[in-house]
């Protein structure tokens, strides 16, 4: 599956993903750290009167030691607040196509969970797993193109995970062409 990626500009600004509506950027007290990203964006949307998603994509226009986006210093949750409870990788239908997502779990300390599911484009491809990413960045560095190296997660709280994936996956169907090729 190859979609373009036109991530020049990650400006705070409406990026409308009809039927979602755009939140307050309090109604999902999400905080992803991306070192060194040339750029970021991030929302929170709501179908209805359902759960707020969120919305992170960090680029990379160029890398180098210290600013790179697959970094053991970059973080999708406030360790402070998070605690990791379980991992795993997900297939979601994205139009006629799939997407392979990461899903992290998180438990904090009063209870609440999180699901945050994740992914990156590099070579213009959407990519779960990083080590393909960075073959994929070497291979974009080898060709002379100068690619941008995108990650994406989506992140919901909840009480019941099916629900959880129910509502991202909604949201992915629902919002997947323009992700994949737009420009928040």
């Given at each position: 599956m190859k979609q373009t990626s036109q991530l020049s500009s990650l400006v705070e600004q409406q990026f409308s993903l009809f039927p979602w509506v755009r939140q307050p950027a309090d109604a999902l007290d999400w905080r992803p750290n991306f070192v060194g990203a040339d750029r970021t964006f991030k929302a929170s949307y709501r179908l209805d009167h359902g759960p707020a998603v969120g919305l992170?994509?960090?680029?990379?226009?160029?890398?180098?030691?210290?600013?790179?986006?697959i970094?053991?210093?970059?973080?999708?949750y406030g360790a402070n607040a998070w605690t990791p409870a379980g991992r795993g990788?997900?297939?979601?239908?994205?139009?006629?196509?799939?997407?392979?997502?990461?899903v992290l779990e998180l438990r904090a300390r009063d209870g609440s969970m999180r699901r945050i599911?994740?992914?990156?484009?590099?070579?213009?491809?959407p990519v779960a797993n990083p080590l393909l990413v960075k073959l994929f960045q070497a291979l974009n560095k080898l060709s002379g193109a100068q690619d941008v190296a995108?990650?994406?997660a989506l992140a919901v709280d909840y009480e019941d995970s099916r629900s959880a994936d129910a509502v991202l996956t909604r949201f992915l169907s629902d919002n997947w062409p323009k992700l994949a090729t737009s420009t928040p």
């Open positions: 992170y994509i960090a680029d990379y226009q160029s890398e180098h030691q210290g600013k790179e986006l970094n053991d210093m970059n973080r999708w990788t997900r297939t979601v239908p994205v139009g006629s196509d799939r997407l392979d997502v990461k599911w994740y992914w990156y484009q590099a070579y213009q491809q995108s990650a994406y």
